[in-house]
């Protein structure tokens, strides 16, 4: 399994401008996590879902942030208009529930820059 | 409300020196207990789940032990390729939250 798939790798942007992220998640995983990693703060819960429906959303910062999941296997982080304090990695992790025991399993993540 | 500490924040050890990580927890109701590792510019890697008070689970030169209040990653002759950030994060019964630990970075000297 190729496991958790993101795009693109490193982002550099202008604030003001929009930014997508992508994810593939591993197939046959029911459950998706957007995450945000910084120093100060470390890994944030963004937006959760589970079979391709927003669960919860409580940790998007703000209304500049939107998640979506068109289908089982992709998902997109948009932040429109970006800021620099955006700045930071952000991950993609899927699980799946077995026997109701559940593991995540994180992509490579998207190191954003926003100048 | 639910959290995780981890201890310490920084660790150097020598080649071959032995040492233990630290995860304390306060949960309502432990689901599961999880480690990942991190390098540099990568993704968390999962590591191991515990589930219950006592477990104990190894992976090389990794063991990972579980008590009703803290979890440790006993790490054994360690090597230089074992530096890395390790995170510690529980979830608690009926939710599908992780709560990640701020981590502890080792760093491991040849």
């Known amino acids: 399994d190729a496991g958790v798939i993101q795009s693109p790798r490193h982002e550099v942007t202008e604030m003001g401008q929009e930014v997508t992220l992508r994810c593939k998640p591993i197939?046959?995983?029911?459950?998706l996590f957007w995450y945000r990693q910084t120093m100060m703060r470390g890994l944030e819960l963004l937006i959760y879902?589970?079979?391709?429906?927003?669960?919860?959303d409580s940790g998007m910062p703000e209304d500049r942030f939107s998640a979506k999941m068109p289908n089982a296997s992709f998902s997109t982080l948009k932040i429109q208009p970006s800021e620099p304090r955006d700045s930071a990695v952000y991950f993609c992790a899927s699980s799946s529930v077995t026997g109701g025991l559940e593991t995540q399993y994180f992509g490579p993540g998207t190191r954003l820059l926003v100048l | 409300e639910d959290q995780v500490t981890q201890s310490p924040e920084a660790l150097r050890l020598q080649e071959g020196e032995s040492s233990s990580l630290n995860c304390s927890y306060t949960?309502?109701?432990?689901?599961?207990l999880f480690w990942y590792r991190q390098d540099p510019g990568k993704g968390p890697e999962f590591l191991f789940t515990?589930?219950?008070a006592g477990e104990e689970k190894e992976k090389e030169r990794l063991k990972a032990t579980l008590t009703k209040k803290e979890s440790f990653l006993h790490i054994t002759a360690p090597k230089p390729e074992d530096s890395a950030t390790y995170l510690c994060?529980?979830?608690?019964?009926?939710?599908?939250?992780?709560?990640f630990g701020t981590g502890t970075r080792l760093k491991v000297l040849a």
């Open positions: 994060a529980v979830q608690a019964g009926g939710t599908y939250k992780y709560i």
């Open positions: 197939s046959g995983h029911n459950s």
């Open positions: 515990l589930y219950s």
């Open positions: 949960v309502s109701g432990l689901r599961g």
């Open positions: 879902f589970n079979n391709n429906v927003p669960i919860d």
